[in-house]
């Protein structure tokens, strides 16, 4: 059956209680707006919130600012801030420890180029610390950043790679950039979910069959992502739910038309959408824009990690350390 | 009201034909179809035809090889020879006259950078039979290009530029290249259509508000376009329509149903798009690798008109020619 | 013979001062320093002073901040200001005017690219003002730009292209961006040359050969350059010239070495630079990391001339104008 | 003291040559020519031709076709051919052993971009072998490849990287693509060199200083590079060695110049090359066109890589299998 793609844990929320009155059992929501920035914390906490959610436990900090769509420098700032902030308060970041920045996605595909955008601007640091520790030594913390690229590309599941990596250099932390799928155009690019999870096999708009996560790795693993797609399905099935929604609202609950709907919902919805969508593919929906807000908002998750993991530079310092 | 986008004569063709019996008054078709490639002449013969269809009278070739999606190297050579053989017999073009290849869209948007990604690999040579007509002198056709932008990054009307450029070095024939919107998922970036009627307002994927063809330049404008987009708005309709078709199917016309549904559609099928897509914006659809199919119909368009342009010389010629 | 390639009116002066004693006759120079940028105004006041500078008749203003290498934002942000206020006092932009900015070069050669990337973020209003003369009007100045490209390119000289274009939309100002050769490493990337002489024949790293100046438009033309490449011929002809003055000090002029190094230097430099340089080439000499510079230093470009352009606008305005 | 750099054993031998008769003792060569393509096996046999060459015992065969430099699709053919023979005959690949292939240096530099740019058309098949064994099976050899970055952007050594994905993935054979420096400049961009001792520490024109060759890795490593690059301090220092030989041709070997040319020879070559290229820097030389050029040769060796690995495939196959 078709099942609505969304990455965001947000967006599991808002689907499940679509369907169900009150609160999603095992699952705490925490909500603050501040400047045109909305806060949600949601948090998963048991294995009942998990089954329902389609997520594992662990806390999903969602960033909405939906006027980053407009270009606003204090905005912006804003929201690197905030991110640096929720990294800061979601992880044990410190000067002391090791961190590895993973920017996952496809160089070569618009909307999937986000994490290795972002590492472009990370400033890395741990080279430094290791050739010139008395130069560079208690004021930075040892960051390392890395593009493994998708396993179209490379032949090699990204899980893997990462698990190499990390098994060799043996960070303290690793945090993910990913680019995401969401059910709602207004979020993209202008979202960031920030969780302590990882990544799980099935999310991402990549093929990331294998789990980057504390499991895997042996590390906590914070996931930071952004919405850059809609599903196309998606789309399909939120026109074919307006109509009969509306046409449910004209129609009395004993009518023949109220039970042919409710029946074909049931039975056919997946063929529709199916047939709007052929050559059934990796369809996606964006703005026309997209290459000019993944820029942006790439530069905003930049800013607010190399914030939150180098409390003690400069931004000039940082600027020179970034090539 | 909410109209279907389609730059595509041949689909303006196929709209009129769900609602309307026989062919349309004012055309003509004629359909080949040979070694994977189909190629169909819709001719907008009179005031009647362009009435219907939409579209200014004159000749509409499309060329659809669905299989150029699967990297075939014989079929595309084909498909680059197909578009020779329509550009030499659509337009006059000789070893003796001028022409000015204009590649229309914007660089930074990947759907919408075809035209000027064609503009780079076609031969130019004006420049050489003006410096060296003795060493260029008969064998080559004199060709400039151009890639105008966009009127949001240049502040000045597409148009305008090209009529400008054109009054200045006076070419014979004028052959524009440009990005459009279908219908269908499956002709994105493997169908190309010629036509002798140039470029009028609304048409394409950009702001091209002023037309660009003989009446507003005085030189014949040949324009070749690939449809690299499906506005989202599309996918939305046609998923209602496809339910309302199913519905329909199974209610009989004196049901109270069926009258709901045929009232619906006038009254409210656009709201629901409009709704299904807020933030009403440019959305678009597209397959996710949509990169690399653009990278490959652009090289397809490049050597078709590199063809049609100098008979005269081999591929090594025009490779050695191209920057 | 060889000649030393330079863009920049005071390496002219320099290599003038290398041969001669005292000023140039016919120039007049202005220095000053302020927060480690160093201007320097080189007017050439008569046909007596544009033979010895090989330039015409006009001001060409230099602004060079050796630090720019190491980024630094607050430098960045007073250079920008700097340029605006050069470009302020050399012409007579004010609201009222309608601005042209020509970004000349080749976007695909990475030295060359200057122009067309900071054409990519001038904050265009013209087609605002036409479109929506009482929401846009007494506040923004009339800006539009382009990228016309080189000639191998289009087969079209960029000055028919300019003067096509400004015949047509009559601006009152032109100002151009192209990359220059400079003879000094420390120079590429770091300082910028603003003239109010336009663009004459033989400047520039491209192919322009015509002229872009008020003598062929018509209007004013500011030509703001910035070196990004020395030629290689230069690096090999400045390691002779050690050579040779190594050995002078080292030889009394009455020995017959003296006399063999003065006489070689007349008849055997050019040749002996052609051998090191085989095959004779465009070969130019940058910094590995050019492609970060030039990106560091086209953005500075484009701040400075929207603070001269658009006084009225807040940076936040300016942002969210620029596509 | 200054050293010339190069990355080409040729160089190694032509600089050896220079200041010494006969040929180098425990070296073997063995030239070839054959349509417009000169090979070129230099064979260091022994310690004592390490010792002299300045490179480890092994073979290093150069492809050199100087007309590369003109687009010419049969040459260009030949030289993808050329190239698969040669990696055949220095390796064992078949259609049994896993190939890893890494490509080097960094993205966002031009002219060390080649090994990325190399990597993006490998036919990748490790996961199709893995996930559909009975379709894939024995008629594709089962390759994988990356790009793992340069120190400067990772944090973390090459070697490291590499060396972490051969331990987890298991490969019979890596083979490394990488941008060399030579003396030359028609060599830029025309010659192949590929060798089966990997890289070795302070070869490239990247960071990369620690060996990834068969005693790092365990597996075979069969390195291919070409020169994008010459040292600007190399340009310098021709210029002053010609001057030198020109003056020394016209001076008696009795005579005082004779003697001061040759003691400052020793003395102060070094810093008349520091002066010329003050500030120091990472300075390179290249042909103007070096986007286009590195285009074309990585085209030619990712072909050539591809027809070595997978013998069992036609072109088209590969087409559809690349992304």
Same mark, same amino acid.
């Given at each position: 059956?078709?099942?609505?793609?969304?990455?965001?844990?947000?967006?599991?929320?808002?689907?499940?209680?679509?369907?169900?009155?009150?609160?999603?059992?095992?699952?705490?929501?925490?909500?603050?707006?501040?400047?045109?920035?909305?806060?949600?914390?949601?948090?998963?906490?048991?294995?009942?919130?998990?089954?329902?959610?389609?997520?594992?436990?662990?806390?999903?900090?969602?960033?909405?600012?939906?006027?980053?769509?407009?270009?606003?420098?204090?905005?912006?700032?804003?929201?690197?801030?905030?991110?640096?902030?929720?990294?800061?308060?979601?992880?044990?970041?410190?000067?002391?420890?090791?961190?590895?920045?993973?920017?996952?996605?496809?160089?070569?595909?618009?909307?999937?180029?986000?994490?290795?955008?972002?590492?472009?601007?990370?400033?890395?640091?741990?080279?430094?610390?290791? !050739?010139?520790?008395?130069?560079?030594?208690?004021?930075?913390?040892?960051?390392?950043?890395?593009?493994?690229?998708?396993?179209?590309?490379?032949?090699?599941?990204?899980?893997?790679?990462?698990?190499?990596?990390?098994?060799?250099?043996?960070?303290?932390?690793?945090?993910?950039?990913?680019?995401?799928?969401?059910?709602?155009?207004?979020? !993209?690019?202008?979202?960031?979910?920030?969780?302590?999870?990882?990544?799980?096999?099935?999310?991402?708009?990549?093929?990331?069959?294998?789990?980057?996560?504390?499991?895997?790795?042996?590390?906590?693993?914070?996931?930071?992502?952004?919405?850059?797609?809609?599903?196309?399905?998606?789309?399909?099935?939120?026109?074919?739910?307006?109509?009969?929604?509306?046409?449910?609202?004209?129609?009395?609950?004993?009518?023949?038309?109220?039970?042919? !709907?409710?029946?074909?919902?049931?039975?056919?919805?997946?063929?529709?959408?199916?047939?709007?969508?052929?050559?059934?593919?990796?369809?996606?929906?964006?703005?026309?824009?997209?290459?000019? /807000?993944?820029?942006?908002?790439?530069?905003? !998750?930049?800013?607010?990690?190399? /914030?939150?993991?180098?409390?003690?530079?400069?931004?000039?310092?940082?600027?020179?350390?970034?090539?």
């Amino acid at each position: 059956m078709f099942s609505i793609r969304t990455d965001l844990a947000i967006e599991a929320r808002e689907l499940y209680k679509d369907g169900h009155a009150g609160e999603i059992p095992g699952v705490s929501i925490d909500e603050k707006e501040e400047d045109g920035i909305k806060t949600v914390k949601v948090s998963i906490l048991n294995d009942e919130g998990a089954k329902a959610m389609g997520k594992p436990i662990g806390d999903y900090i969602t960033i909405e600012a939906p006027d980053l769509r407009y270009r606003d420098i204090e905005l912006e700032d804003k929201v690197a801030q905030k991110l640096a902030d929720v990294v800061k308060e979601i992880s044990n970041v410190n000067v002391n420890i090791k961190t590895l920045v993973i920017g996952l996605g496809n160089w070569n595909v618009t909307p999937d180029a986000l994490g290795p955008k972002v590492i472009e601007n990370i400033v890395v640091t741990r080279h430094l610390k290791e !050739l010139a520790p008395l130069q560079f030594g208690d004021n930075i913390c040892s960051v390392s950043a890395m593009a493994p690229g998708v396993l179209g590309i490379t032949g090699i599941e990204t899980a893997e790679i990462v698990k190499s990596i990390v098994d060799k250099i043996k960070p303290d932390l690793v945090i993910t950039i990913d680019a995401l799928a969401s059910r709602r155009i207004e979020r !993209l690019a202008t979202t960031i979910q920030i969780s302590n999870t990882g990544i799980s096999p099935g999310s991402g708009i990549g093929n990331k069959r294998s789990a980057i996560n504390m499991e895997s790795l042996g590390v906590p693993v914070i996931a930071i992502g952004v919405p850059t797609v809609v599903d196309a399905a998606t789309i399909a099935n939120d026109a074919i739910d307006y109509l009969e929604s509306a046409l449910i609202k004209n129609t009395s609950s004993n009518s023949p038309l109220y039970n042919v !709907l409710k029946n074909m919902d049931k039975e056919d919805k997946y063929a529709l959408i199916k047939e709007v969508l052929t050559p059934e593919e990796n369809l996606i929906v964006t703005p026309k824009e997209i290459d000019l /807000l993944i820029k942006n908002i790439s530069s905003i !998750l930049s800013r607010g990690i190399n /914030l939150a993991l180098q409390p003690n530079l400069t931004v000039d310092e940082m600027n020179q350390l970034v090539h």
